[in-house]
């Protein structure tokens, strides 16, 4: 069998994760000659998608948790389009996309299924009902896989721990980003006052940025509350937020809550953007205040783009983040430290330079996606060679 004769369909719940997330692993696969195709939820991300070649078919997978009737109807779409279209790889990511979808690739006897784990839906904080439920539903999903891709090594301890998955099918994946398209060297100094004044915003302030769905869990409250501390002594301070509101999720939060800290007139929402890459250069700090994450891409683009960076002590970030040598780790949850990291780095311009000095270097070494590209294609070329021979593709 040839690659080119390989048909792969990649899973996903909504549009944004395969436009943002997964669309630069899906045109390297294609460039190596895989037959390429998407899934996930209809959304205004799919027609930018198919033009640039990628055949997406649209079934709603809801993100909620606990959708029996939609879940049943969504499991049913994915079996008969599996079965029709006779993928020999589908590649799943997500928990709720992850679990419907190996489960009707394997009831349609698709040859092999992979799954790749953006991050565990668990903390070892988690309340013991809720980490025990989502053990079962990640050991049920582990079952159908033949090969499952952690992003964070961290992750990689607790499946084994927990007994989600036979250690020998998981595999380290890690994240990555384009180090060409986030490289600070592509913009002039001139560019952060050109892009202040198509935002609208004092050209002497100072940015803080952060990236993230508009939902609780990303730190968004604890970093309001800190943004209020810091403009007590730092006046010229600007929150730019990126990224897009979630209107079904349960710790979703409307905009109009930084009213509540007083501080409506030092925050910009930016909601989904394309030019990210160019807010990131205006940015003077980078804050990532999640407290649940896999392994953050934003945190790997503001490496890239030679930022100051501030996250919280969790894993994925404490992966990526070298605590005063690529950035600051501070306690999750905890407003005041973050606080007083801002303001830190706010006062200390040599130590911005020096971490982000080597946070660029490091997002280089490390971060840069041929690396994730080159992992996936070797997971492929190792089950596709087991089924070759003839050997069994289950372990």
Not at 328 to 354: D, H, M, Y
């Amino acid at each position: 069998m040839t690659k080119k004769r390989i048909k792969i369909c990649h899973v996903a719940s909504v549009d944004i994760t395969v436009k943002f997330l997964l669309l630069p692993q899906i045109k390297f696969l294609v460039n190596e000659g895989y037959d390429v195709f998407a899934v996930c939820s209809d959304g205004r991300w799919i027609k930018d998608i198919e033009s640039q070649g990628i055949r997406v078919k649209v079934i709603e997978i809801k993100r909620r948790f606990f959708t029996p009737f939609s879940d049943l109807l969504s499991l049913i779409k994915l079996f008969f389009y599996f079965k029709k279209e006779k993928f020999y790889i589908v590649h799943t990511h997500g928990l709720k996309s992850g679990l419907l979808g190996q489960f009707a690739a394997r009831l349609a006897g698709v040859p092999i299924i992979v799954n790749t784990i953006h991050g565990l839906y668990f903390t070892d904080q988690s309340r013991r009902f809720k980490k025990r439920l989502f053990i079962f539903l990640e050991r049920f999903s582990a079952k159908n896989s033949n090969l499952v891709f952690s992003q964070n090594k961290e992750d990689i301890a607790t499946i084994t721990r927990e007994k989600i998955s036979l250690p020998e099918k998981v595999k380290y994946l890690g994240n990555g980003v384009d180090i060409n398209r986030f490289n600070p060297e592509k913009f002039s100094k001139d560019f952060v006052l050109t892009k202040k004044k198509e935002l609208d915003l004092d050209p002497k302030c100072k940015i803080i940025g952060t990236v993230g769905r508009l939902v609780k869990e990303k730190g968004y409250l604890d970093l309001f509350e800190a943004i209020k501390i810091v403009l007590k002594n730092h006046s010229d301070i600007f929150l730019l937020s990126i990224g897009q509101e979630e209107p079904t999720k349960k710790d979703r939060f409307n905009r109009s809550i930084i009213k509540n800290y007083g501080i409506e007139s030092n925050v910009l929402f930016l909601g989904e953007r394309n030019d990210t890459e160019e807010l990131y250069y205006l940015m003077d700090i980078f804050v990532l205040a999640s407290h649940r994450e896999g392994f953050p891409r934003s945190v790997i683009e503001a490496m890239a783009m030679k930022k100051p960076i501030i996250v919280t002590d969790i894993r994925g970030c404490r992966e990526e983040i070298e605590n005063n040598k690529t950035g600051i780790i501070v306690p999750v949850r905890n407003p005041v430290k973050l606080s007083q990291a801002i303001s830190f780095l706010l006062e200390n311009s040599q130590k911005r330079e020096e971490l982000s000095d080597k946070a660029r270097k490091k997002a280089v070494k490390e971060f840069d996606e041929k690396i994730v590209f080159n992992r996936i294609k070797e997971g492929y070329k190792m089950l596709v060679e087991n089924i070759s021979y003839g050997n069994q593709v289950d372990y």
